[in-house]
């Protein structure tokens, strides 16, 4: 358990840091974009770009507040119940986020569907001829790369997700005997 819990901690630190720095790649584009377009010579590919990093920061960013239990909650019922109710509750929630994150990674499984592409010898016209599944030739409009490598983030972030909301759920249900204690803690969902 430790171990994974420090997984989960070096991921997270990772993921922050590629987020911060998306969001600075952000704004530096949007600032060029502005620049260029007010001397007349906009440069396209900018925009498409800057919405490129967004969606990865967003990603990176999610799973880190998933990570930190910071996600909004709304609890005007929550608070009224009885600490055992609001554990159950707070456990229902782990058990929820990681059962999305499961199926994150199954769908983004199938979605990539690696073993076939391995299978056709890593040959994008030959794994789209058996498949009819044209992910790994779609390029992006402006770019011209790739979009495979845009929607990279999220076979990433369901991985990430799946390792992040483990650790949750597993530090969760070991205060199932003091769920009080749990709370006082401070990381009550």
């Known amino acids: 358990m430790q171990l994974l819990r420090q997984l989960s901690h070096w991921i997270a630190k990772f993921e922050m840091a590629l987020a911060a720095m998306m969001a600075l790649l952000i704004s530096v584009l949007i600032l060029v974009n502005v620049v260029s377009r007010a001397l007349g010579m906009a440069i396209y590919w900018i925009d498409e770009l800057a919405i490129y990093a967004m969606i990865w920061m967003t990603f ?14 709304v609890t005007f019922l929550v608070d009224k119940l009885p600490a055992k109710g ?11 986020i990681w059962g999305f994150a499961l199926l994150l990674c199954i769908l983004c ?30 390029n992006t409009n402006t770019l011209g790369i790739k979009k495979v490598w845009v929607w990279m983030c999220l076979p990433l972030v369901a991985l990430t997700l799946m390792i992040h909301s483990s650790v949750n759920l597993l530090d969760r249900l070991s205060y199932w005997k003091t769920p009080e204690t749990f709370e006082q803690k401070g990381t009550s969902a």
Request: proline letters at 2%; aromatic letters at 26%; zero cysteines.
């Open 109 to 138: 499984y199938r979605w990539y569907d690696p073993w076939h592409f391995f299978q056709a010898g890593f040959n994008v016209l030959e794994y789209q001829s058996q498949t009819f599944n044209f992910i790994y030739s779609e």
């Open 60 to 73: 990176l960013a999610t799973s880190v507040v998933i990570k930190q239990r910071q996600t909004l909650a």
């Open 86 to 96: 609001r554990y159950f509750l707070a456990v229902f929630s782990d058990l929820t």
